[in-house]
């Protein structure tokens, strides 16, 4: 920008006005590689079984369906509230750093 002549006020400005989608786009991205990873992790392909997963604890859980039906839920129940968290995280950044009137 400052090869065509633009000062430092309008490099700052132009940031501004980017940095707000970007953080929108970068919060609604969470939701998501936090399903994929969970996806992975349910098909093996995550993380290895002493570290808590979501995804692994799901894929564990699969065989209590039928003794204990909400145990083996809750680790899906989670990953949707939080996803729904930060998608409404997005939602509210990309209205509260909306420039129009």
Known sequence: MQASGAGAFTI????????????????SLIAVSMILASGLSFLGLGVKPPEPEWGLMLNTLRTAIYVQPWVAALPGAMIFVTSIAFNLLSDGLRSALDNKE
């Open 12 to 27: 700052v400005h132009v940031l501004g006005n980017v940095l707000g989608p970007i953080f929108v786009y970068a919060s």
